[in-house]
């Protein structure tokens, strides 16, 4: 099970790379907010677990909407919030929507 484990994480770390370049395939439209927080709120997830601290002020769009964003996903192990992860990154820099098996199988 620890292979799964570190083999998970070096996807993970692999994926935060790739969302990081931003480099989308030819042809896909720009990621929108709520793509953008969705990778957020999942990256938050699997890395920290569960949101801290309070609610930000509603005045405080951004970042109400990143604490929200991130607890939504309140209750979500760090493990499966990591494979979805994986899959929303491949999702939205390639326009397909790969099964997780297959993305940890991939070297």
């Known amino acids: 099970m620890a292979a799964i484990g570190e083999n998970?994480?070096?996807?993970?770390?692999?994926?935060?790379e790739r969302?990081?370049?931003?480099t989308r395939a030819e042809g896909l439209p720009e990621a929108t907010d709520e793509d953008k927080l969705?990778?957020?709120g999942l990256y938050k997830q699997g890395t920290?677990?569960?949101v801290t601290g309070s609610q930000p002020w509603?005045?405080?769009?951004?970042?109400?909407?990143?604490?929200?964003?991130?607890n939504a996903l309140k209750g979500k192990s760090?493990?499966?919030a990591m494979k979805e992860y994986i899959v929303e990154v491949e999702?939205?820099?390639t326009?397909?929507?790969?099964?997780i098996e297959e993305l940890l199988a991939a070297e």
């Open 95 to 99: 326009g397909k929507q790969v099964p």
């Open 91 to 93: 999702r939205q820099l």
């Open 8 to 16: 998970l994480q070096k996807k993970f770390d692999e994926a935060v």
């Open 19 to 22: 969302i990081k370049s931003g």
């Open 58 to 70: 509603a005045v405080q769009v951004v970042a109400r909407a990143k604490w929200d964003a991130w």
């Open 78 to 80: 760090k493990e499966d």
């Open 38 to 40: 969705k990778i957020y």
């Open 48 to 50: 920290l677990g569960d």
